[in-house]
């Protein structure tokens, strides 16, 4: 369990989960099953309770050295001219190069879709630099390969959490999966020294809840990620060194009926230390139908709350309204 607080002094207790196998040295496949379904039903818990968690994990799943190769590339990567960075441009959503904007006036990122196919992270660093970077292109398509593994991971635990029949976490995974996957490389500016004369801090992403399915970020050691609690407070994340931060998002709050919480959250920058984040968004493919399953409904204590929709046109929707608080019961609500 990892403390974060805020300037009120509410304490809120994110839960960490360890998901390292060889720290539970169980050396029977029963004790594998029994870890799996202990810790399916942490992850289940934390989804719903707080609509996140840290992850902690060894080697074995994402290696430590990939890792600060990860943030040491990006550091290369950010530091590109300007008119280079803006060459990576695509009619795609969310996959090209954003500068700042007044929306954002410290935040940099690069979309890049499917990155785990090593011909798209190819692509990429040939484009960024004259002779490509291969060691850089091995980092981002071996980190994005491992944590889109471990996102779809998180998200068979959640089912499993939830004792469903077992064809339903095959039809589910099809549903929630499948569709494009999102790696998303940021860098926050520390705020300017006018601002920070002032004592104040600045927007480094506004609030929102993700549009995808389940979202895995890490960063470098600065801090800035911050959540709204269901009592509707604000509080500043402490992120272990060297944990992921794991966030429900829109898709996975429809179906799950309501039960696992999309948590809003925003980045706020303080001090005079560059960020730098790296995300993996899971999403359906367009044409998913997300449907609530039977045994998630109950009639007394949680009657359904959305019809079936495709994130098609979920995403229709919000890409036109960037109504980011209605867009699920816009499109969905019952
Ligand atoms: O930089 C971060 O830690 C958060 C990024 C984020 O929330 C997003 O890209 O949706
Ligand atoms: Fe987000």
Avoid at 27 to 46: F, Y
Avoid at 81 to 88: L, S, V
Avoid at 255 to 282: I, P, Q
């Amino acid at each position: 369990m990892k403390r974060s607080s805020d300037d009120h002094d509410e304490v809120v207790i994110i839960p960490c989960l360890d998901f390292s196998f060889n720290n539970n040295n169980n050396d029977d496949n029963n004790g594998l099953e029994n870890w799996r379904k202990m810790m399916s039903k942490k992850v289940r818990e934390a989804c719903e309770n707080y609509g996140l968690f840290f992850l902690v994990c060894d080697d074995e799943i994402i290696p430590k050295v990939l890792r600060e190769k990860m943030i040491m590339g990006m550091k290369e990567l950010f530091d590109l001219p300007e008119e280079t960075k803006k060459k990576h441009q695509s009619t795609k959503a969310y996959s090209s190069y954003s500068s700042e904007s007044p929306l954002s006036p410290l935040n940099q990122s690069f979309g890049v879709c499917d990155c785990h196919l090593l011909q798209v992270s190819q692509e990429f660093t040939n484009l960024m630099w004259p002779h490509g970077n291969p060691s850089f292109c091995e980092t981002m398509n071996s980190m994005s390969a491992k944590l889109l593994e471990l996102n779809y991971m998180i998200l068979k635990m959640i089912q499993e959490g939830y004792d469903l029949p077992k064809h339903y976490i095959t039809e589910t995974e099809d549903m929630l999966t499948k569709g494009t996957v999102h790696f998303r490389l940021m860098k926050y500016k520390a705020p300017s020294n006018e601002n920070k004369k002032e004592g104040g801090d600045e927007n480094g992403l506004v609030a929102h809840t993700d549009k995808n399915t389940l979202t895995i970020l890490f960063q470098n050691d600065v801090q800035g990620l911050e959540v709204q609690t269901k009592s509707g407070k604000w509080i500043q994340l402490e992120i272990p060194h060297n944990a992921y931060v794991v966030i429900v998002a829109d898709i996975l709050k429809a179906w799950s009926n309501g039960r696992l919480h999309a948590v809003n959250h925003r980045v706020t920058m303080k001090g005079d230390k560059e960020r730098y984040s790296v995300g993996v968004f899971t999403m359906p493919k367009e044409e998913a139908k997300i449907e609530v399953p039977p045994e998630l409904v109950d009639a007394n204590t949680h009657p359904l709350r959305y019809k079936p929709f495709t994130y098609g046109d979920f995403m229709k929707h919000f890409v036109s309204t960037l109504d980011h608080e209605n867009a699920l019961d816009a499109v969905a609500g019952l």
